[in-house]
Nanobody, 115 residues
């Protein structure tokens, strides 16, 4: 059974930072491209950042320079470090694992940026 479990979501003040984690089980993690998506109320789910199995990364324009995605294959974990958080970063953040036609999602973790 494949499971992706996110953690690290929190209520943070504007300008603050946090690190999200997603630990996978039931897959050969090192073979999968991993991504972080987010969905704000009333909006579509959007890609925040992605990392290939080779370590190449890509970011949404809205988080470039503020977000860093990384992976630790030994721990089956992908991270998203977010700095200089803005109220518009408020959303549920989802972890995604993708290998060809196999796509898996986590349950999400809430990030709220508010003073």
């Amino acid at each position: 059974q494949v499971k992706l479990v996110e953690s690290g979501g929190a209520l943070v003040q504007p300008g603050g930072s946090l690190r999200l984690s997603c630990t996978a089980s039931g897959i050969i993690f090192r073979l999968y491209a991993m991504g972080w998506y987010r969905q704000a109320p009333g909006k579509q789910r959007e890609l925040v950042a992605g990392i290939t199995r080779g370590g190449d990364t890509n970011y949404a324009d809205s988080v470039k320079g503020r977000g860093t995605i990384s992976r630790d294959n030994a721990k089956n974990t992908v991270y998203l470090q977010m700095n200089s958080l803005k109220p518009e970063d408020t959303a549920v953040y989802y972890c995604n694992a993708c290998l060809s036609r196999a796509v898996y999602w986590g349950q999400g973790t809430q990030v709220t940026v508010s003073s």
